[in-house]
Nanobody, 124 residues
């Protein structure tokens, strides 16, 4: 089993930056693909960014390309999401997820472990 705990969310103004962290425990995630999803009120959960086990491959939703950067530190069993130039439409609960495969996938159903989420609110 893998336990995931997100941190770093908060309330910021448009244009600001936040860095989300996801600490994993219970098992090393070095062989797992990882992803950040977000879910706004009344909307479905969608993939924001994902990274393969080796960090060679990454994926970004069109809405965040050029503003968000996903990274991982396998030695520290931690996943990050650097979010710059935040917009009000980025407001959502952000979830860290781990997939017991090395390759990226965009579907939430492909991920095996989930954190509890951290809230990000961007005011205009």
């Amino acid at each position: 089993q893998v336990q995931l705990v997100e941190s770093g969310g908060g309330l910021v103004q448009a244009g600001a930056s936040l860095r989300l962290s996801c600490a994993a425990s219970g098992r090393t995630i070095s062989n797992y693909a990882m992803g950040w999803f977000r879910q706004a009120p009344g909307k479905e959960r969608v993939l924001v960014a994902a990274i393969s086990w080796s960090a060679i491959s990454t994926y970004y939703a069109d809405s965040v390309k050029g503003r968000f950067t996903i990274s991982r530190d396998n030695a520290k069993n931690t996943l990050f999401l650097q979010m710059n130039s935040l917009k009000p439409e980025d407001t959502a609960d952000y979830y860290c997820a781990a997939r017991a495969e090395r390759a990226i996938d965009t579907l939430p159903s492909s991920y095996d472990y989930w954190g509890q989420g951290t809230q990000v609110t961007v005011s205009s």
